[in-house]
């Protein structure tokens, strides 16, 4: 049981006060922390620093890459795996409990609170013939956020971008993003299973899948030995 104080400091930020680094350690490494589904950005601070200079914009998170081919299983390639999101801060080779397959590897990355997620990203497998390989994402401990834009901070309802809204009232039937980027949940972005090599070419306008294919494109090339 961790021994804590709270104060309210200003709207919606909050100071927890611990009586032993212990409790500091191990809240710290479980982060992140949500409070009802809503996530809690959690930093360290300390009192000669002033509220100004903590930097709020950046919150981290364990996120699982499922699917990836025996080749491409190193610790290497889930740093860099974890560089399409933001920070790479640790990697974990969680999967591997018995066997040389591993079902999923972990990252543990510092992402930009304002950034939508990433769902994911498409492993380039020209030089096999192959045609590319969705390896989809699943973040753990993930609390609310916006099936629309893939933000945190806010609901699909509430989302002011165009295509949410949209969503809302019903003329699409899906959108980017859905509880399947949660570990609790066992499905997968509908469309995209990690069980069915090579049905993953990215729809034509997809935004959000198009923007991944750029992003990793620039990465991609030193994942392919
Ligand atoms: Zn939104």
Redesign the pocket.
């Known amino acids: 049981m961790m021994e804590f104080k709270v104060s309210v400091i200003d709207r919606n930020v909050f100071l927890f006060s611990f009586n032993h680094e212990a409790d500091v350690r191990r809240a710290w490494d479980r982060r992140p922390w949500s409070i009802k589904g809503e996530h809690l950005i959690l930093k360290k601070f300390r009192a000669y620093l002033s509220l100004n200079e903590v930097d709020f914009s950046t919150i981290v998170f364990w996120v699982q890459d499922h699917g990836l081919p025996l080749n491409k299983q190193s610790k290497e390639n889930i740093f860099k795996i974890g560089g399409f999101l933001g920070r790479t801060l640790d990697v974990d080779l969680v999967g591997s409990r018995g066997g040389v397959w591993k079902i999923f590897f972990r990252a543990r990355v510092e992402v930009d609170v304002s950034c939508p997620l990433y769902a994911g990203f498409p492993l380039d497998r020209d030089d096999q013939g192959l045609p590319m390989l969705w390896v989809p994402f699943k973040f753990e401990k993930l609390g609310n956020f916006?099936y629309?834009?893939g933000?945190l901070g806010?609901d699909?309802r509430s989302?002011?971008?165009e295509e949410?809204q949209r969503i809302v009232k019903g003329n699409v039937f899906q959108g980017n993003y859905g509880n399947w980027l949660c570990v609790e949940n066992n499905d997968f972005q509908p469309g995209f299973s990690p069980k069915v090599l090579g049905k993953l070419v990215p729809t034509e306008g997809d935004r959000e899948v198009g923007r991944s294919v750029q992003k990793s494109n620039i990465v991609e090339a030193s994942l392919r030995n």
């Open positions: 916006c629309g834009c933000r806010h699909l989302c002011l971008e949410s």
